[in-house]
C-alpha cells in the first residue's frame, strides 16, 4: 500500500515537473496531410499563436500519406513528452480504422486528445430542378422512386457518403451513392443536374445556396449554423438524432503527462480564441466547439469511432 502511495505521489510529482518544464525545445505539430489544406491552414493559425505564448518555435510538419494514417501512426509512437503532436480527424480516428482494416495505431489508446479545434457541418443540398423543398418532401420523394435517386460525395468512405448512408437508413429509403474525386466535381455535376442531392461540407456549400445556384434543405448538426440560422437541422426535420459534423483537433501521444496534456489544451483554446484565428477558422465553417476539454474530446471521439465504425459496415464502404 505504501509501495503504491509512494509511486503515485512520484509520478504526480514528475508529471507536475514535466508541465513546468515544458516546452523545452521546439514544439512540432504535425499535419498528416498535404500542406494547403483546411487542417493544414488551421494548424499554422494555432502555431503562429503558441509561439508568442510558449516562447520556443512552433513548427508545422507535413506528414501526408495513407489517409493520413502516415502522420498520425508517426506521432503514437514519438516520445510522450508533448513536444511532438499531431492534427487528428474524424478520418483519421473514427473513419478508418474501420474503412481500413489495419491502421497501425489505436485511435483511443495511443493518443491523448488535447484540444478539438474546427467542427463543420455537411449541408443537404440538391439540384434546382428536384421536386422537394424540404427533408419531408425528399423522403418522400425517394420512397416513391426506390433506386432512382442518386446522392454523390467526394469519395467513398467520406463524411458525405456516410452521411448518406445514415440518411438513408434513418429514412427506410434506398438510393444510389456516386462517389467523385473530390467534392468539387461532384459540386459541378450537381448543379448540373447529373446527380440528384449530396451533403456537402458548409464551408464548400455556403456560397452555391446563397447564390441561388443549389438548394440547401438541413444542416446535419444537432443544432443550426450560425451561418444559415433559416436553415432546419435533421433532427428537427424528423431524423431524431442525426448528428454529423466534420472536425478535428490537437493529439498527443498516449502517455504525455496529464499537466502537460492541460497546459497545451489551455494553450490552444487561448489561440483559438483570438480575433484573427477565430475569423480565419470561420472561414472554414467552423463555430467555436462546444467541446473544451480534453476528457471531453476523448470521449467525443470514442462516440465518434462507434458510430462510423457501424456506418461503414452497413454502407460496404471500401478504401478508393
Request: glycine share 10%; aromatic share 6%.
Amino acid at each position: 500500500m505504501k509501495r503504491t502511495a509512494l509511486f503515485l505521489a512520484l509520478a504526480l510529482a514528475s508529471g507536475i515537473a514535466a508541465a513546468q518544464a515544458w516546452p523545452s525545445r521546439p514544439v512540432r505539430i504535425v499535419a498528416p496531410y498535404a500542406a494547403g489544406g483546411p487542417i493544414d491552414i488551421s494548424a499554422r493559425l494555432i502555431a503562429a499563436k503558441l509561439q508568442e505564448s510558449l516562447g520556443q518555435p512552433v513548427v508545422v510538419e507535413n506528414r501526408p500519406g495513407a489517409g493520413g494514417n502516415l502522420g498520425v501512426d508517426y506521432v503514437a509512437k514519438s516520445a510522450p513528452d508533448g513536444h511532438t503532436v499531431v492534427v487528428g480527424a474524424i478520418a483519421t480516428h473514427a473513419i478508418n480504422p474501420t474503412l481500413m482494416g489495419n491502421v497501425p495505431y489505436d485511435p483511443i489508446k495511443d493518443f491523448r486528445h488535447v484540444a478539438l479545434m474546427v467542427q463543420v457541418p455537411n449541408i443537404l443540398i440538391v439540384n434546382l430542378d428536384l421536386p422537394a423543398k424540404s427533408v419531408g418532401e425528399l423522403v418522400a420523394l425517394a420512397k416513391s422512386r426506390p433506386g432512382r435517386l442518386d446522392f454523390a460525395s467526394g469519395s467513398t468512405g467520406s463524411t458525405g457518403h456516410l452521411a448518406g448512408e445514415m440518411f438513408k437508413g434513418m429514412t427506410g429509403t434506398f438510393m444510389v451513392h456516386i462517389p467523385y474525386k473530390g467534392a468539387a466535381p461532384a459540386v459541378l455535376d450537381l448543379m448540373a443536374g447529373r446527380v440528384h442531392l449530396m451533403f456537402d461540407n458548409l464551408a464548400s456549400a455556403l456560397g452555391n445556396v446563397r447564390s441561388g445556384k443549389v438548394r440547401a434543405l438541413a444542416v446535419t448538426t444537432k443544432s443550426r449554423s450560425g451561418f444559415l440560422p433559416e436553415l432546419p437541422t435533421l433532427d428537427e426535420s424528423g431524423l431524431k438524432g442525426f448528428d454529423m459534423t466534420t472536425w478535428w483537433g490537437i493529439m498527443a501521444p498516449g502517455r504525455t503527462p496529464q499537466p502537460v496534456v492541460e497546459r497545451l489544451n489551455a494553450e490552444i483554446l487561448k489561440a483559438m480564441a483570438a480575433p484573427d484565428v477565430r475569423e480565419r477558422l470561420r472561414a472554414m465553417g467552423s463555430e467555436q466547439p462546444a467541446i473544451r476539454t480534453p476528457e471531453q474530446f476523448t470521449a467525443f471521439v470514442a462516440a465518434e469511432q462507434k458510430t462510423y465504425a457501424e456506418l461503414v459496415k452497413r454502407s460496404g464502404a471500401k478504401p478508393d
